[in-house]
């Protein structure tokens, strides 16, 4: 009796899980990406398939260390997503902030071969040796929906817990 009850379970949760993961996908490249006085550059390829309703958001955790007068930039295929500096007191300049980032990317990405790339202004200084990490780095694709409704997370949850709980009683 058990045994046939938690078939059923396992059969639903499996069916629902593979619904959520082709409702949304994840390129995740999670590298590690340091930039400094030696190595003033670095460049990452990626494929994508681009869908043409979906928007494409980047995220990552970047830390450092810049001094007055230092920059790091952040770009896809050319154009510059972000410029990190401690003139610009912007998140993640100075020393060890770490801070994560979700930047629309959909206008810059072509489909296929894709190019992210570092480039720093760094120097050598007396007292350091400054340096820009960015790790994590990942683009979510989500579909455009043509109605906006304010559904959290928590209430996706609830709707799922609530239909397990419908489905167990359905059958037991």
Known sequence: ?????YKYLFNNLFFVFSVFLLISSVYSYSDYYKVNVDEKSKTETFNIDKVENYTYK???V????????MYVKI????HNIHEYSKDLSNTGSGAYKKSENKTDIT??????????KIESNIWK???SSPYYVLENFEITEHEVSTIKLPISSDVNFLVFILCL???MRRKG
């Open 62 to 69: 970047h830390y450092g260390n810049l001094q007055e007068g």
């Open 75 to 78: 770009l896809v295929n050319g």
């Open 58 to 60: 980047l995220s990552y």
């Open 125 to 127: 200084t007396e007292n």
């Open 107 to 116: 206008n810059y990405l072509v489909n296929g071969s894709n190019e992210l």
């Open 1 to 5: 009796m058990f045994q046939k009850h």
């Open 165 to 167: 709980t419908c489905l």
